[in-house]
């Protein structure tokens, strides 16, 4: 069972940066594509980017895109959400998720998911 622990949320202000993580506890991740997905309060689950098990291969929600960048180190089984530019409307709880399907946009897709990690931008 692929335990997924996300850390790095926090209280920024608009137009800062943080740089979430999320830590797998099993060999298996360098066999199983990655998502960064959020949920703010009333709002169904979003993906806000992806990445293919070997790293080559991202994908980013349009609302992030150029602001957000996905990364991860196989050797650290960990994943990374770069955030910049923040903007209020990011605020939200942010996941991670572990998926043997791919890259894949649909949280119904993904197998694990950490508890997440709360995100709040501050105008």
């Known amino acids: 069972q692929v335990q997924l622990e996300e850390s790095g949320g926090g209280v920024v202000q608009a137009g800062g940066s943080l740089r979430l993580s999320c830590q797998a506890s099993?060999?298996?991740?360098?066999?199983?594509?990655m998502g960064w997905f959020r949920q703010a309060p009333g709002k169904g689950r979003e993906c806000v980017g992806a990445?293919?098990?070997?790293?080559?291969?991202?994908y980013y929600a349009w609302f992030v895109k150029g602001r957000f960048t996905i990364s991860r180190d196989n050797a650290r089984n960990t994943v990374y959400l770069q955030l910049n530019s923040l903007r209020p409307e990011d605020s939200a709880v942010y996941s991670c998720?572990?998926?043997?399907?791919?890259?894949?946009?649909?949280?119904?897709?993904?197998?694990?998911w950490g508890q997440g990690t709360q995100v709040t931008v501050t105008s």
């Open positions: 998720g572990a998926t043997s399907d791919g890259v894949a946009t649909n949280p119904q897709l993904y197998d694990h």
């Open positions: 099993d060999g298996t991740f360098s066999s199983d594509a």
């Open positions: 990445i293919t098990d070997s790293g080559e291969k991202t």
